[in-house]
């Protein structure tokens, strides 16, 4: 088995939670092999790792890019991969129903039986998660360019986000459903229901129905911010349209920041997107 560690997560040492996999090995009787990302060719190394020892299972010890990572270094592959989350927000394990503790996820990670996830591709980037334009995305990048971690470090950058809050941007969406042009503060491209924070924006999302869903939140005034991160998501009113589908064209009339499962990648006024069926083999709980 081998357990891939990012060891800046979260801002987290990580030192603790290795011991601790390690101990549950030696106990399981399992064969542990740890690599630590550096961020030089870490797709590459996991890939050599995968093929060398072919492993039944891979754990993750990070967020949501480093199971990513993982996910794209062991695809077309039979690997379970097991989370045990160690991110700065943890949105797949959120949605995963994980628990909270690393002690409870051990079991789960090294035994349970696993779903096999579906992907998105996003201009040929692969999401597992949730993918955003606007308001969310130019927070991430605040927080990317920030010193404070963790979910404080969000809360300080989604006020920071919302003070400096940028007009309105319009968007076109087209696919095998009527094409929607409006104006909108934020684009979610969702595989998934929730945010790390535990915040639900697609309510009805399936990670393994080979759909994903476009959320168009076209107001994002106080009012209706403060519903969505209460859990009262307003799906039946004029401030959010959502629309599920296996592909789809957005086009905006001005790039607009951009993010894929909590990375920044810049600003983008053209998405092209499509769902990648049972990509990744995930135990859940």
Request: glycine content about 8%; charged content about 20%; aromatic content about 4%.
């Amino acid at each position: 088995m081998i357990l891939v560690v990012n060891p800046i997560s979260g801002g987290l040492d990580k030192a603790e939670l290795i011991d601790a996999v390690t101990e549950f090995a030696a106990n399981e009787n399992v064969n542990l092999i740890i690599y630590n990302t550096t961020g030089d060719s870490d797709i590459e190394k996991i890939k050599v790792l995968n093929t060398t020892h072919n492993p039944k299972r891979i754990l993750v010890a990070g967020g949501d890019g480093t199971i990513k990572m993982v996910a794209e270094a062991t695809e077309h592959t039979d690997v379970i991969i097991g989370i045990l989350p160690a991110g700065s927000a943890n949105g797949l394990a959120v949605d995963l129903n994980l628990p909270k503790t690393l002690e409870e996820n051990l079991p789960i990670a090294f035994h349970n039986h696993y779903m096999e996830m579906d992907m998105i591709s996003i201009n040929g980037k692969k999401s597992i998660h949730l993918s955003d334009l606007g308001l969310n995305a130019e927070m991430i990048k605040n927080y990317e360019n920030s010193t404070i971690r963790g979910k404080l470090g969000y809360a300080l950058q989604t006020v920071n986000t919302l003070i400096d809050l940028d007009d309105p941007f319009v968007v076109t969406i087209t696919g095998d459903f009527p094409t929607l042009e409006c104006e909108a503060r934020m684009i979610v491209v969702a595989n998934s229901q929730k945010y790390g924070t535990g915040v639900s924006i697609n309510p009805n999302g399936i990670m393994d129905d080979g759909k994903f869903e476009l959320v168009v939140l076209k107001n994002m005034d106080l009012l209706v911010l403060g519903k969505i991160i209460s859990g009262n998501m307003p799906l039946d009113s004029n401030d959010v349209e959502i629309i599920s589908t296996d592909k789809a064209l957005v086009t905006t009339n001005v790039p607009v920041s951009f993010q894929i499962d909590g990375e920044y990648c810049g600003a983008e006024n053209k998405l092209n997107i499509k769902i990648l069926p049972k990509q990744l083999k995930v135990a859940i709980p």
